[in-house]
């Protein structure tokens, strides 16, 4: 059973640093891209970043661009964010999300999703 | 940036009702868009990829059309557990994109 859980949210003043955490098991980890996706309370989604199976690819939204870094540790089956230079309207619930399996290469849609982290920026 | 523009915002509907629901793109996207169901206090569930494929385990009555920068998903008989908000997503440009959904709800 494909498995997803986001550890590391919190409650952060603006200007902080937070790292979230996605444990994945149930699947090949490293054969799949993964992504993270924010929901602020009461509205829709939105996608964060992006990272391809190996690690060699990034992308990210341009609301977050040069403050968030994804990553991921293969070997761990754990995916990473790291958010610096919080602000307000960074609040929302992060989700780890995964790309579905395709013998063509990556979709970049997300089938699997974990139970999602609350990060809170806040003074 | 691609734009993705779900109309309506609420559709109001009675079970046993046909529904279609519609998103559109600013520029072409191909057939490069899913859709996803969300119920209240529970993750995004995958309906649809790549404009008309259903995803595993997802009924024969969710269908999903279109190419280019008009789409849509039709329910074709609305069950009582359809009743949710529907978002769009592209992943044909960086960086990928969701609409800002619909909601279904029971008239």
């Known amino acids: 059973e494909v498995q997803l859980v986001e550890s590391g949210g919190g409650l952060v003043q603006p200007g902080g640093s937070l790292r979230l955490s996605c444990a994945a098991s149930g699947f090949t980890f490293n054969t799949h891209a993964m992504s993270w996706v924010r929901q602020a309370p009461g509205k829709g989604l939105e996608w964060v970043s992006a990272?391809?199976?190996?690690?060699?690819?990034?992308y990210y939204a341009d609301s977050v661009k040069g403050r968030f870094t994804v990553s991921r540790d293969n070997s761990k089956n754990t995916l990473y964010l790291q958010m610096n230079s919080l602000r307000v309207e960074d609040t929302a619930v992060y989700y780890c999300?995964?790309?579905?399996?395709?013998?063509?290469?990556?979709?970049?849609?997300?089938?699997?999703w974990g139970p999602g982290t609350l990060v809170t920026v806040s003074s | 940036e691609i734009v993705l523009t779900q109309s309506p915002a609420t559709l109001s509907l009675s079970p046993g009702e046909r529904v279609t629901l519609s998103c559109r793109a600013t520029?072409?996207?191909?057939?490069?868009l899913a859709w996803y169901q969300q119920k209240p206090d529970q993750t995004p569930r995958l309906l649809i990829y790549d404009a008309s494929n259903r995803a595993t385990g997802i009924p024969a009555r969710f269908s999903g059309s279109g190419s280019g920068t008009d789409f849509t998903l039709t329910i074709s008989s609305l069950e009582p557990e359809d009743f949710a908000v529907y978002y769009c997503q592209q992943r044909s440009n960086w960086p990928l994109t969701f609409g800002g959904g619909t909601k279904v709800e029971i008239k």
């Open positions: 990272i391809s199976g190996s690690g060699g690819g990034t």
């Open positions: 999300a995964r790309d579905p399996p395709s013998s063509t290469g990556y979709h970049y849609y997300f089938d699997h």
């Open positions: 520029q072409s996207i191909g057939s490069y």
